[in-house]
């Protein structure tokens, strides 16, 4: 094997791949990058990462001299292209090991026996498309709702429900449920199913997704054979990158019975100050301490801490409508809640200081439903 690539589209694709890479590999091939170069005249370099759970797949132009493939360790490689001088790269195998050169720089890598390294999982069969802005926006809305708790697979999952050309993102850890609406296009309008997919996955995928276009979305089907569709298994392709990713083998819950219809009070505040505000109540409050909210006639006063410990006090304008409202919130999680908002204005609305709160968006058409909700379960204080 032998080319010579760009050193920014190389980086890039290098860096994107490895992301995909174990922290711990269950066998050291797993920490590998795989370089594929099947056909000298398509110029296509073709890198492979894999943890037998997800699987990362990109393309990247180069001038190919000699094709072959080549396994190095992943983020050793990613590590030196990321610190390269900005001159054009050129790698090549010489026995055992690749020697990578840029400008002046020179690096020889040991290589892992490509023959070992496991075959990746297909695409599943492409189910429909959705703007890759849309989508990464989805993800970054209800991605912090999921557990990190592992001892609960089902919480790790963001839930994906397909209907017709509807899709609902929701996450949730027991204390909140975030929910996201979107559009997209499927490949027929009779799609009804469902995927949990792991949270972290789709936050690498979000990150990822740094130009427009659309993201095509493969979700294996019941009654496909694995071999054309790919069992449990979700797939993402957008601007020449693939992702796959096992299904968590779980049921999501039941969350829209946990949404309150009627609401004893609700405000409507601008976003921006809000979050600052809280931002800087929040200093004084550890990982146990409240944010509270006290809600009145034109006003929200915000405080945290309290009797010997350090305290904090800040007054808001805002529009409030019902019985006066006090009440408390973990920071951290009303923050989440609250910056997800993608309107200037949110709306807090709320049954009673100890039931769930529930965070939306200010629809433009009044009486529209939001697409984006935030239910968060309030702190009990004294």
């Known amino acids: 094997m032998k080319f010579r690539a760009d050193r920014d589209a190389f980086a890039d694709a290098i860096a994107w791949t490895a992301r995909a890479l174990p922290a711990r590999p269950a066998v050291p091939v797993l920490a590998g990058i795989r370089l594929d170069i099947t056909d000298s005249a398509a110029g296509t370099l073709d890198l492979s990462g894999f943890d037998y759970e997800v699987s990362a797949q990109a393309s990247v132009e180069v001038q190919v001299e000699e094709p072959g493939s080549v396994l190095v360790s992943g983020r050793l490689l990613a590590e030196i292209v990321r610190n390269l001088p900005p001159y054009p790269v050129e790698i090549g195998l010489e026995g055992s090991r690749v020697v990578l050169t840029c400008g002046s720089s020179r690096f020889t890598l040991l290589t892992m026996p490509v023959e070992d390294y496991p075959t990746l999982p297909a695409m599943p069969r492409v189910t429909g498309s959705i703007a890759g802005n849309t989508l990464a926006t989805a993800i970054r809305q209800v991605t912090p709702a999921a557990s990190r708790d592992d001892t609960l697979p089902m919480l790790t999952g963001v839930n994906l429900s397909l209907t017709g050309d ?217």
């Open 166 to 382: 509807a899709i609902a993102l929701a996450a949730t850890d027991r204390y909140r449920i975030a929910v996201r609406d979107v559009w997209w296009q499927p490949q027929t309008l009779e799609t009804e199913t469902s995927a949990l997919v792991p949270a972290r996955t789709l936050a690498e995928i979000a990150r990822s997704i740094t130009s427009g276009g659309n993201v095509d979305v493969a979700l294996s089907a019941m009654g496909v054979p694995a071999s054309a569709q790919g069992e449990g298994m979700i797939g993402f392709e957008h601007a020449g990158r693939r992702t796959t990713t096992r299904l968590i083998d779980s049921e999501f819950i039941k969350y829209e019975a946990r949404f309150p219809t009627d609401f004893a009070a609700s405000a409507e505040i601008p976003v921006a100050p809000l979050l600052e505000a809280v931002k800087r109540v929040s200093l004084v409050a550890d990982r146990s301490t409240p944010l509270r909210l006290s809600f009145g006639t034109g006003e929200l006063v915000l405080e945290a801490g309290s009797g010997d410990d350090a305290q904090a006090r800040e007054v808001l304008d805002a529009k409030f409508e019902g019985e006066p409202m006090r009440v408390a919130f973990s920071p951290q999680y009303f923050l989440d809640g609250l910056g997800a908002v993608e309107t200037e204005a949110a709306l807090l609305n709320f049954t009673a200081p100890t039931k769930p709160a529930v965070i939306t968006g200010v629809p433009v058409d009044k009486g529209s439903p939001p697409d984006f909700r935030y239910l968060v379960m309030p702190l009990r204080v004294a």
